[in-house]
């Protein structure tokens, strides 16, 4: 049931807040993170991993890669990500040392349960994020952390990639806990960062209309650029991900540092830039290199969309259009900037009379390798 809703997507843009929201419930008590679903290893267990690969397709490998900046900024453990059908076909150096974490919102998809039964065989310990209860991948997996996202029928995900990035920052507070890197009040700092999203999720609901005319304005365009740097780089791809999916454009993602490095012959005049741009409070290096990323596209005649904290006003000299999102900790933002992004894609699908819940040649779930 739409609810009321024009698609199933519409309706599950909007339900972020309480994916979220869902997903931190009975996870932290009392200002503690404690995830149950994760004795089933034993804090001893965890405290001895050493490596953590994290494996998924689409969205869920997004995921992975936003989560992969905070798990080793907070519980000092190497993160890799990769995608199921690359792990599965390479020999991975895999010991008992080594966790995989899986993530899958269906919990069906086939390239990634074969990823984690290669692993188990091989001795790691796994740890499935699923949003489907009793899936398979959970199952096969010895412990599962599942997203209360509610389920996601359209089929290009939304609510379940900030519920499973949720899930995978709770798993990260879990581990810094229990191996000790991060202080009590540490942890607490970002679980407060961590609960105060809901209501951060629904005040970026807010750009929808001025979203619908960016995109209406921009129906025929052929090809978009998305571009990122650190935690916005994932965003970035994740971004362009949604338009190709939805809307059947040309759209490529990059690290905004690699933009010297090829993807700046690409900029001619006219083309669409969207940018994430990470907060100046946090790191004005940082923020710097991203705006003069931006100048540089500006000089050869892109049109920049900028995605940018409330008054950071460093980017109105050189984007066409600021789109707001509230303030948040840097490793929280991708939170929040992905949400413009799926709107945009949304609206541009239905601008242009495309099916946005059923994309052509796409499923739900991918059951076959
Ligand atoms: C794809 C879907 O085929 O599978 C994507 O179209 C999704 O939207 C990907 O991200 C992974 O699915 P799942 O269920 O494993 O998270």
New binding site residues.
Partial sequence: DKGGWPSFMAKEVTEQPDAVANTIRGRIVDGVVDVPELTAFGDEALSAIRRVIII?????AYAGLVAKYAIENWAGVPVEVELSHEFRYRDPVISDDTLIVS???????MD?LMAVKYAREAGARTLSICNTQGATIPRESDAAIYTHAGPEVA???TK?FVAQITALYLFGLHLARVRGSLSADQIGEQLAELEAIPAKLSSVLGVGESIRTLAHWMSDTRSVLFLGRHVGYPVAMEGALKLK?LAYIHAEGFAAGELKHGPIALIEPGQPVFVIVPSPRHSALLHAKVVSNIQEIRARGARVIAIAEEGDVAVLPFADEVIRIPLAAPLFEPILAVVPLQLFAMELSTAKGLDVDQPRN?????TVE
Avoid at 56 to 60: D, F, L, S, Y
């Fill in positions: 998924g397709c689409g969205t869920a993530i899958s919102q269906s919990g069906e998809t990634t089929v290009a995900s379940a999916e796409l499923a739900k779930s991918v």
